[in-house]
Nanobody, 121 residues
């Protein structure tokens, strides 16, 4: 069982930056992803970092604005978000899976409770 805790959300103005953190007792052997869900919309893939190589993948909308990274010593995965836009407003979830990279939320077995990100115009 992997318990995930997200922190770092908040209310910011357009153009600002936020760094989200996802902490667990261990991420060893897990691919970790970030997803988001805006009001009235489905869950959307944001980014993922693979379990061994540390390779990262991003949703198309990211366009270089976000960076996912993992600190294996501290068991934290970060999502650095720059140049935030009002359309980035959503609840951001951290998720983990024991397999390789996937952008499909149904393939992630473990989920945090989410952290709210609100970007004002």
């Amino acid at each position: 069982q992997v318990q995930l805790v997200e922190t770092g959300g908040g209310l910011v103005q357009a153009g600002a930056s936020l760094r989200l953190s996802c902490a667990a007792r261990t991420f060893s052997g897990y691919t970790v992803g970030w997803f988001r869900q805006a009001p009235g919309k489905g869950r959307e893939f944001v980014a993922a970092v693979t379990r061994y190589s540390g390779n990262s993948n991003y949703g198309e909308f990211v366009k270089g604005r976000f960076t996912i990274s993992r600190n294996n010593d501290n068991n934290i995965v970060y999502l650095q978000m720059n140049s935030l836009k009002p359309e980035d407003t959503a609840v951001y979830y951290c998720a983990a899976r024991s397999g390789t990279y996937s952008a499909n939320d149904y393939q992630y077995a473990y989920w945090g409770r989410g952290t709210q990100v609100t970007v004002s115009s």
